[in-house]
Antibody
């Protein structure tokens, strides 16, 4: 079955750039018809969709973060990457990657990775 | 952005209870509504998609209904493993948005 695992630095300084990687197993990001999503959750708070990238490379971002986000695919490693620039303390959160299967019934997230906590602090 | 409002934000229940969680959208979203369960320290898990379709492997005591702006998640005969936080999520319009969550704990 599809499994995802996020990785990245646990601590980032304010104004710096956050880089996260999602390693995918059980599916090929190069050929399988999926979207690959990033979602975040500040400690003790709710969920925020960051955006997703289609297997053909098209990206769709939350307008609230769009100016600071880059997403990409590394097909040789079967990985999805998220870059968030100019971070502040408000970007402290658990970051999840998830698969969004193509469907006429809408977009949902299944499965999710286990998440990785990123703290923005000097 | 479409705002998703869940109620209640928290509730206490007992094993065997039947409980209902409500999710209301700020504009019509047809049936583009999904439900997730999240336990502390773990990632959310999909329960129901397209308002009423049960994900394979999810117990049938979970039931989703609704269309338009008003949706419900019903859990029949609450089990110990059901104590968790539940989120709704719309996919009618970008940005995809979630409700604020409903925490279900033991009475």
């Amino acid at each position: 079955q599809v499994q995802l695992r996020e990785s990245g630095p646990g601590l980032v300084k304010p104004s710096q750039t956050l880089s996260l990687t999602c390693s995918v197993s059980g599916a090929s990001i190069r050929t399988d018809d999926n979207y690959w999503s990033w979602i975040r959750q500040p400690p003790g708070k709710g969920l925020e969709w960051i955006g997703y990238i289609y297997y053909r490379g098209h990206t769709y971002f939350n307008p609230s973060l769009k100016s600071r986000i880059t997403m990409s695919l590394d097909t040789s490693k079967n990985q999805v990457s998220l870059i968030l620039s100019s971070v502040t303390a408000a970007d402290t959160a658990v970051y999840y990657c998830a698969r969004t299967p193509p469907a006429s019934l809408g977009d949902w997230f299944d499965p999710w990775g286990q998440g990785t906590l990123v703290t923005v602090s000097s | 952005d479409i705002q998703m409002t869940q109620s209640p934000s928290s509730l206490s229940a007992s094993v065997g209870d039947r409980l209902t969680i409500t999710c209301r959208a700020s504009q019509t979203i047809n049936n583009y509504l999904n439900w997730y369960q999240q336990k502390p320290g773990t990632a959310p898990k999909l329960l129901i998609y397209a308002a009423s379709s049960l994900k394979t492997g999810v117990p049938p005591r979970f039931n989703g209904s609704g269309s338009g702006t008003d949706f419900t998640l019903t859990i029949n005969s609450l089990q110990p493993e059901d104590f968790a936080t539940y989120y709704c999520q719309q996919s009618h319009s970008s940005p995809l948005t979630f409700g604020g969550g409903t925490k279900v704990d033991i009475k």
